[in-house]
């Protein structure tokens, strides 16, 4: 063998799959066939068609139109307010070309004064019929004069097994959750006034994943007679609504569906759980590996339940109230916890809150404190932050400071030195000062920051963190001189940090 070329398609194809979109696309300019080969091939699952409609004057649609690349995965963005029906329709024949090859499809609809165009369901049920995973994305414009009966052409998908609709199809009258996706495995339905018991019931024995965001009280009532078998994960978000009032979830309802779902591994529930209710999960449900829950009085009880979950890795809680700890109720450690996000949570006594989650949760690896100010108050969020750094948390590898009402002090950054495995830190926009009086991090490899940031601040972190291999910034900057840099730089949307940590 004289060069690398010389290795089969194939060889080639399994040494490609295991680059980075980046490196992909560098290697694809290499030759035309290093070009044909990562292009072509439709197990190149990380090779996704984006279209989006803010570019379509730029687009080279003959391109596409001609390529010979066969894509398993594609996005479709409406973000122009130009859009109307006839580049719908233009878009979904370009998708069209793919349809032999395409298993993944997303479309995202982020117009705010338009509802979303249903003919887009309607052409994709048709021409695509052998997709197996579709999502779209909605903002849910209130106020628009929508047909309820647009669905009623919808055709059959046998192949689609995940699906996420938004409640502009969910409630649309012509539109039936069991005949568009008879095989469905897992649903991701977002719904108002329309409820579709009747349909999850009749999926009832192949579901593995649920998650339900419905905007009308006293409404999960009805879910608990449906007791899936085969329900592996499930997330149930109450949208717009007091979490107080109703109560969803009573003892003697959820009893019967959770023995009924005994290879449970993933449960968020956006409701008030009682603590009564949480100790039948955990009686029901031993295999659970993440848990999300919400408006919770006694977070150090919740604690003490959890300790029987001998498989728990995640958990989530979101506006929880510890009290001030009494050494005189001992707290089993819990033995497989390692990340563990806190939102909105009130630590009454901070300044011992972190040293007995340190010994509660030995083997913490990732922390997240969301919204950890409850007030603008810069001595409390100072306090908390010096309580968090003299825990001293041992096992510590990623830090996630998100909080919109107070600063990252400058002169605490040094401070990040006393975990001594951290290597992943997220901050918020307010997080950053350009000024840090000598800091220096060396452990951190990864920072990401909610907001854009300049050359000099750049300069700056990378002296703070020498070590840096990879930098997140929500915002691109054009006076950046990314040739200069040591580490990797990538630019992401903005977007909130709570609604990516707790899905499913």
Same mark, same amino acid.
């Given at each position: 063998m004289r060069n690398i070329n010389d290795l089969p398609v194939e060889v080639l194809e399994n040494i490609f799959i295991f680059l980075p979109f980046r490196q992909l696309k560098l290697a694809s300019i290499v030759c035309s066939l290093w070009h044909r080969t990562i292009f072509s091939r439709a197990n190149l699952q990380n090779v996704v068609l984006v279209l989006m409609t803010h570019k379509i004057v730029n687009l080279p649609i003959t391109k596409i139109e001609?390529?010979?690349?066969?894509?398993?995965?594609?996005?479709?963005?409406?973000?122009?307010?130009?859009?109307?029906? =006839?580049?719908?329709?233009?878009?979904?024949?370009?998708? =069209?070309?793919?349809?032999?090859?395409?298993?993944?499809? #997303?479309?995202?609809?982020?117009?705010?004064? !338009?509802?979303?165009?249903l003919i887009i369901l309607e052409e994709i049920s048709k021409s695509i019929p052998q997709l197996k995973q579709l999502t779209v994305f909605d903002q849910e414009t209130s106020g628009c004069d929508i047909d309820p009966n647009e669905l009623l052409g919808i055709a059959p998908m046998k192949f689609l097994e995940k699906v996420r609709l938004p409640r502009i199809v969910m409630d649309a009258s012509g539109f039936n959750l069991v005949q568009f996706a008879p095989n469905v495995k897992n649903i991701n339905v977002v719904f108002g006034k329309k409820h579709p018991w009747d349909a999850i019931g009749a999926l009832r024995e192949q579901l593995v994943t649920v998650c339900i965001k419905t905007e009308t009280t006293a409404n999960f009532g009805h879910f608990w007679s449906i007791k899936p078998p085969k329900l592996q994960k499930l997330r149930l978000i109450r949208h717009h609504c007091d979490l107080v009032e109703p109560n969803d979830v009573e003892v003697d309802s959820v009893r019967a569906f959770f023995l009924f779902c005994p290879v449970l591994t993933v449960l968020k529930l956006d409701l008030r759980v009682p603590l009564e209710v949480l100790q039948v999960i955990v009686d029901s449900c031993p295999q659970l590996e993440s848990l999300l829950l919400c408006s919770i009085d006694g977070g150090w009880q919740v604690l003490s339940i959890l300790s029987n979950l001998k498989y728990l890795q995640n958990l989530s809680m979101i506006a929880a109230t510890f009290h001030p700890y009494e050494s005189t109720k001992l707290i089993s450690p819990l033995p497989a916890l390692r990340h563990l996000t806190l939102c909105a949570s009130d630590f009454l006594d901070v300044s011992q809150f972190f040293v007995q989650l340190n010994l509660t949760v030995p083997i913490l690896s990732t922390l997240q404190l969301i919204h950890y100010s409850q007030i603008c108050d810069e001595e409390l969020n100072i306090r908390t932050l010096e309580s968090l750094f003299l825990s001293k948390m041992p096992m510590l590898k990623k830090l996630v400071l998100f909080d919109f009402c107070c600063v990252f002090p400058s002169h605490l950054v040094n401070q990040l030195n006393l975990?001594?495995?951290?290597? #992943?830190?997220?901050?918020?926009? !307010?997080?950053?000062?350009?000024?840090?009086?000598?800091?220096?991090?060396?452990?951190?490899?990864?920072?990401?920051?909610?907001?854009?940031?300049?050359q000099f601040l750049l300069r700056s972190l990378l002296e703070v963190f020498p070590s840096l291999t990879r930098l997140d910034v929500c915002e691109e900057c054009d006076c950046l001189d990314e040739q200069s840099l040591r580490c990797e730089l990538n630019f992401c949307e903005k977007r909130s940090l709570l609604e990516d940590r707790v899905q499913l």
């Open positions: 001609t390529s010979e690349r066969s894509y398993r995965s594609a996005r479709l963005i409406f973000d122009n307010l130009e859009v109307d029906r =006839q580049l719908v329709l233009y878009f979904l024949k370009i998708l =069209q070309k793919f349809s032999n090859s395409l298993e993944r499809l #997303e479309v995202s609809w982020k117009i705010y004064d !338009k509802p979303l165009d975990f001594p495995r951290l290597n #992943e830190l997220w901050l918020t926009s !307010k997080g950053l000062s350009p000024h840090f009086e000598s800091a220096l991090v060396p452990g951190v490899r990864r920072l990401a920051v909610d907001a854009p940031i300049n």
